[in-house]
């Protein structure tokens, strides 16, 4: 397996709020799909660490180069599959996810993604799920039909991002939606031109 047939997996998650309870959730979620994915690299980004929350940053301001946050358009370009660790806010999705996707465009084309909704309710992220997906489409990305859905969070992972699950029910939760990724991740890889 030579690097460039490795996929490389982002998983970002999508709150900057502290103590968020889907830090723990992305933590122990890219542990388990890099165990389950011999021919993957997975790799873990925050919105934290990309945005500059004083900016809204549109990409189509492409001669502003000040405007764009940091890398995170270059981490996006490199990747061959997304996995967004969404707390449920209010239905929808938190806003500095939003405004980060937002400063890139192309970087997203005909890559696959896969929504993890947290809550701390037992529904998991629902309502949010089906509010993002006609985002990730516009985005020209192609969305998972599978989810996984994380409820009662803080009892499902421990704040230092250990599952309190056993391996067969963390697969229940996940392995669809993983499965699916890693499909599409590879049968879209042609169609972006990528050796
Ligand atoms: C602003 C805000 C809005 C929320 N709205 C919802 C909601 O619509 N549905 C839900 O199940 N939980 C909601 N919650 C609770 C979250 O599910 C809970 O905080 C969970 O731990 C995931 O969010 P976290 O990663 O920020 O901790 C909300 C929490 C916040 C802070």
């Not at 165990?35 to 873990?44: C, I, N, R, W």
């Not at 938190?94 to 980060?100: A, D, F, I, S, V």
């Not at 990305?141 to 250990?162: D, F």
């Amino acid at each position: 397996m030579t690097s460039s047939q490795l996929l490389r997996i982002v998983i970002l998650l999508g709150t900057a709020r502290k103590g968020a309870v889907s830090a723990a959730v992305a933590r122990a979620l890219a542990q388990a799909v890099q165990d389950s994915a011999g021919d993957a690299k997975v790799e873990l980004v925050s919105v934290a660490d990309h945005l500059k929350a004083s900016r809204t940053i549109p990409a189509w301001q492409e001669d502003d180069k000040e405007a764009h946050p940091s890398s995170w358009c270059e981490v996006a370009r490199e990747a061959d599959a997304f996995i967004f660790v969404l707390p449920e806010y209010n239905h929808g999705y938190p806003g500095e996810w939003k405004l980060l996707i937002d400063s890139c465009g192309e970087e997203y084309a005909r890559k696959p993604v896969t929504v993890c909704g947290v809550s701390a309710g037992v529904f998991g992220g629902r309502a949010l799920a089906d509010n993002v997906k006609p985002v990730l489409v516009e985005l020209k990305m192609v969305p998972t039909r599978n989810n996984m859905y994380i409820g009662k969070a803080h009892e499902v992972v421990s704040p230092n991002g250990e599952w309190n699950l056993s391996p067969q029910e963390v697969e229940r939760l996940i392995g669809l939606a993983r499965d699916e990724l890693f499909e599409l991740a590879r049968g879209l890889r042609p169609l972006r031109n990528v050796s």
